[in-house]
């Protein structure tokens, strides 16, 4: 009877161990299922899961809103840009405009620099393009800033102005600027060899400030107003042009002033006096 019973024993033996052993892999199975679904659940974003095509309702209009929120914080940041038209409304811009001081036509394709000038003079903007037009020399700027921050154009921004002149020899390739025929060159005349480029005019906006080098510093209130005319400027081209005074084109010239110098510097880095950039 004994040596019968060892057999049944050691099978019975075997079967229990079979079975612990079936049912840890059952439970390794089971936790590994589990870890797997919390890593899918944590590690897909929207995105993912939307190509990956696991979206649900929840995630649908989770990115719906996102989608909303975004688009709607772009559109107000573009409508809060005032446009050209409301920014010249705010300058009260007035228009003295005479047609011979227009020689040709400058587009948006050819605008690059505003050319900062002084009037070397104490009138009023509208006196100053009136002398303009009466002396004959069909020379002029874009706009006259006045010292009570009063501005007037004499010139539409799509037309050329006499206002640069002749600059530095090796200064036209310097600035990217080329004499070609869309200048009339009506009243122009020829300074000597050291001065031989010509072309800043068709590639350019300029702008005089009433002022007299050593005369004392520039208006607060001409200052605002120049900072208003370059944004307007800027917003009616739909980009920001290069910020320059005429010596820089024509050495030896006495605009802008030394008391304009750090006024100047400031503009070229943010487009206003103070250097500090401007807010709608």
Known sequence: MALNDEPKRSGWRVLGIATI????????????????????????TPTSKAQAGLFTVSDTIMVEETAVISTS??????????????LRTRLNIKTNIYPNLQHGIKTASYQKYIVLHDTEGTGSPTSVIDWWEDNGNLIAAHFVVGRDGSIVQAVPL????????????????????????????????????WASDYGMNSYSIGI??????????????????????????????????TIIDHKAWRSGNSDTSPEFATYLANYQKTGTHTGVAATS
């Open 21 to 44: 052993g079936i049912l840890l892999l059952l439970v390794v199975v089971l936790l590994y299922r589990v870890f797997s679904e919390k890593t899918e659940s944590s590690d897909f």
């Open 73 to 86: 914080d772009v559109s107000a940041a573009a409508s809060s840009a005032p446009t050209a038209e409301e």
């Open 158 to 193: 799509d037309a050329i102005a006499h206002h640069a002149g002749f600059g530095d020899t090796g200064h036209g390739a310097y600035y990217g600027v080329a004499d070609e025929s869309r200048d009339d060159k009506k009243g122009t005349t020829p300074i000597g060899s």
């Open 208 to 241: 005089e400030l009433v002022h007299v080098g050593g005369g004392g510093d520039y208006t607060q209130a001409q200052l605002e107003a120049l900072d208003g005319l370059i944004a307007y400027i800027n917003a009616y081209y739909g980009f920001k042009s």
